[in-house]
């Protein structure tokens, strides 16, 4: 290893060990470890195409990666002689690790979803693809000033880079706008596409190293650039911009994740993006099919496309495109190919977040697309009609309507199977959101409760809890074999195994404590309780009913200096959308009263409120071994899965949350007994609005409450008030609904749950012995579970 990178820093930089910046030698590991894989990718390439085997083909628009080089490292089992080289060449291993910068291609759950099944789809020798695009600036580097979020552009590539293996001789043409010219010839239908705008997809492969195997998969990130030389003759005459025109728009393709979309040019960017990257995709995917089976015919025998979310739907019409148009197919036998190959998931149940996309703006940028997806349309909804005869139901499942193109329709219609993320998730799809198209297609339906990589999220991040598993379990046969886990419930009455529990979770708070110190300059207290709500911010996970319940715990210290008796820390992380005004709004409540807290000094070693600037997957990885409690406090029925909830949960933090998402899944494995359950149910939720919600009610009635929403109202040190948040909550505002997301129904709820908590706290044998279970019962939340479902139920593809 030694050898290996004092060569890479000669080769590459021309610099000797001790002349190399930490950022080169960074640079330098992640070269040698790219080695390593990609000559055990190209040994998994050639094999899979000598079996003939299936290939899953997993698209993204978010992969949240976040670092690679402990990860890759870690897989490739060479993580400890790395650490050493690094040490014996004169580096700190943790300095190397930490100037790694985040890959953050994603906004949160669902990127970091698709990032531990690449490493579980590779860890089971699935022949898998992972496809997005190659953004140029990740989710934006978040800094807080003067308590409000400020958006900073996260430049990842200058050293993430490292990590891609571009392949220029794969790259793929994708067009848009134009115009189509159509012929008859030998009995068929040619469309000529003219005048489009062509941009030139080229690819950039990470490669993704699987736990204990050679098997290798790739993740394809896709960069666009022009395919128009730049006019030499406007560079003389001066014109720069103008010669530079067509390659700056054809490179704002690629240049930043998720552009907003309230205006008509991020709807476009966003749209050019979508087929962009699905094009690239499907075209580069054919090209290899043909190239090994020489027809397109058995499509669907060999390849299947896992479409996550509705970001990838266009993947059904361009299949159609391919085959129609390409291959020379009719449509009957295109259609029978294209939904055979395609499989959807669904990962919300937000009505705001099923996309739908203005109709002209599909015709003028994608003509051709927007002629299949019409007939695709019309096919469907005479199917519809046929099974319904009813007006009300067509409407609603159509796939064009009152000028939209709705793309979860389309991809129910074009797919072999939907799936849903949790048990709860699934089923309201089947009872509400796709009520009819479940009475119309049950077999489509199916449940894949998401999972996480343990491998990373327990093993890597927390080898203390690792060592302590190790030898109650026999062995690392964990790692491999998540529900090996449960054998620790075995010591569950040995009070010296409690101890170690409790003991390793204090090192790690401290050791959270120094990492906080050094981020951020705050300082922590590691004897006080955890309290953790860290997630993308966004009114229905409710970081505001934690606020009101922070500001009623602040009150009765006021009331009584002796009201809390163990000191509490509760710790924000949060990113808030940069169009999502409200969100950006709670986060400056957090920040004013964490500001307010930390001026008085009642609450001294006390109470503590600390929001954690730039959260992202690094962070985590700091954090989740220090958490004791898990804030999952969404409104029951809007949380789809969760995933944060399981990293809290295998890493040992105790539950405080609403039977939502994956909790409801959590509870059947833990029982009442082991988490802190509160709130209305999702039936309960629906009942509330159907019979209609008055939060004022609960103002007038509710003393503590009241005092809590004045407070906010009026303010705190800092003078900034938050009237329009008191607004919302109990009168509605902007076209929502009065408290739309129940806090004030939950609020007494939620503060006794808290209440309980803290009671428990105090037992500390009790508290570890319910923390031990939780652990030992996470290990049906591993994603290895989730992929080897999908493998069998959906894709029908071999795995270890």
Sequence with gaps: MEEALAAKLTLNFGKTPEEATDQEMMKASALVLRDMMAIREVETRKQTSRMHKKQVHYLSLEFLMGRSLMKNAYNLGVLPQLKEALEHMGYKAGDIFETE?????????????????????????????????????????????????????????????????????????????????????????????????????????????????????????????????????????????????????????????????????????????????????????????LATYGTLKNFHEKNVIQINDTHPALVVPELMRIFIDEAGMNWDEAWNITTQSVAYTNHTVLAEALERWPQELVQQLLPRIWQIIVEISNRWQAKVENFYHDPSKTEK???????????????????????????????????????????????????????????????????????????????????????????????????????????????????????????????????????????????????????????????????????????????????AAPGYAVAKRIIRLINSLADQIAHDPICKDKLQVVFLENYR????????????????????????????????????????????????????????????????????????????????????????????????RNGFRDGVCYDDLYQRLLFGAGGSPADEYLLLADFRAYCRAEEQMAKTYAEPEKWNRMSLHNIARSGIFAADRAVAQYADNIWHVEHK
């Design 101 to 289: 910068p985040d890959a953050g291609l994603g906004n949160g759950g669902l990127g970091r979803l698709a990032a531990c099944y690449l490493d579980s789809m590779t860890t089971l020798d699935i022949p898998a693809t992972g496809y997005s695009i190659c953004y140029e600036l990740g989710i934006f580097k978040q800094k807080i000033v003067e308590g409000q979020q400020v958006e900073l552009p996260d430049d990842w590539k200058e050293l993430g880079a490292a990590w891609l293996l571009p392949k220029p001789e794969d790259a793929q043409e994708v067009r848009f706008g134009g115009t189509l010219r159509e012929f008859w010839d030998d009995g068929h239908l040619h469309i000529i596409h003219e005048n489009a705008t062509i941009v030139r997809a080229v690819p950039c492969d990470m490669e993704i190293a699987g736990y204990g195997t050679d098997h290798v998969n790739v993740l394809r990130l896709w960069d666009a650039q022009s395919t128009k030389p730049v006019d030499m003759s406007l560079f003389s005459r001066g014109e720069y911009l103008k010669a530079a025109e067509e390659e700056a728009m054809a490179e704002t393709i690629a240049k930043i994740l998720y552009p907003e979309d309230n205006h008509y040019e991020g709807k476009s960017l966003r749209l050019k993006q979508q087929y962009f990257f699905v094009s690239a995709t499907v075209q580069s995917i054919a090209t290899r099919h």
């Design 397 to 575: 499942m159509a796939i064009i309507w009152g000028g939209q193109v709705r793309m979860a329709n389309l991809c129910i219609a074009g797919g072999m199977a939907v799936n849903g993320v949790s048990a709860l998730h699934s089923d309201i799809l089947r009872k509400d959101v796709f009520k009819d198209a479940y009475g119309m297609e049950p077999e489509k339906f199916q449940n894949v409760t998401n999972g996480i990589d343990h491998r990373r999220w327990l093993s890597e991040i927390n080898p203390g809890l690792d060592s302590l598993i190790k030898e109650l379990t026999g062995g690392a046969d964990y790692l491999v074999k998540p529900l090996t886990l449960l054998k620790l419930d075995d010591y569950a009455d040995d009070t010296a195994v409690l101890k170690r529990l409790a003991q390793i979770k204090h090192d790690n708070k401290v050791d959270f404590a120094n990492y906080a110190k050094k981020q951020q300059g705050v300082v922590l207290n590691p004897d006080s309780i955890f309290d953790v709500q860290v997630k993308r911010l966004h009114e229905y996970k409710r970081q505001l009913l934690n606020v009101l319940h922070i500001i009623a715990l602040y009150q009765k210290l006021q009331d009584d200096p002796n009201a809390i008796t163990h000191p509490r820390t509760f710790l924000f992380g949060a990113k």
């Design 617 to 712: 997957v690094s962070l985590a990885e700091h954090l989740m071994p220090a958490s004791e409690v898990s804030q999952q406090i969404s409104t029951a029925g809007k949380e789809a899965s969760g995933t944060g909830n399981m990293k809290f949960m295998m890493n040992g933090a105790l539950t405080v949350g609403t039977l939502d998402g994956a909790n409801v899944e959590m509870h059947d494995v833990l029982g009442d007994e082991n988490m802190f359950l509160f709130g209305l149910h999702t039936e309960e939720v629906n009942q509330l609005k159907r019979e209609g919600y008055v939060p004022q009610r609960l103002y007038n009635r509710d003393e503590d409450l009241r005092r809590c929403l004045d407070a906010m």
